[in-house]
């Protein structure tokens, strides 16, 4: 029996909605990027996607069989766990492949 490697992914980050043009154009088989919410980055004004941009990005990856990834990596208190409940259902609405979630004091198993 041979044994069959499965392909690595190349994983490439898009900070802007050109940049992740880009990086898939030149060959990544996915990319991850950040929202303009609930992200470690948001000090660079002129990077991370918006609603609207992340909508437009799935939909230019579906067409071309790649991935995406979305970070969800901010430290959050109480008050926001309503917004990030929000966030995380438009990421699913929108049909991210996966959210890349950083701090593990975001969740909480409640019964």
């Known amino acids: 029996m041979k044994n069959k490697r499965a392909k690595p992914e190349l994983l490439a980050p898009a900070g802007t909605l050109s940049t992740l043009k880009e990086v898939l154009h030149a060959g990544a088989d996915a990319v991850y990027c950040g929202g303009k919410n609930f992200n470690m980055r948001l000090h660079r004004s002129d990077h991370n996607l918006s ?31 309503d917004r990030l409940a929000s966030y995380l259902m438009f990421l699913e609405d929108i049909g991210v492949d996966a959210i890349i979630f950083d701090t593990s004091n975001n969740i909480t198993y409640r019964d």
Do not use: M, P, Q
Not at 65 to 73: D, L
Not at 75 to 81: N, Y
């Open 51 to 81: 609603g609207e941009e992340l909508t437009e990005a799935v939909g230019w990856c579906r067409e071309r069989e790649k991935k995406i990834y979305v970070t969800v990596n901010s430290l959050l208190g109480d008050e926001e766990l």
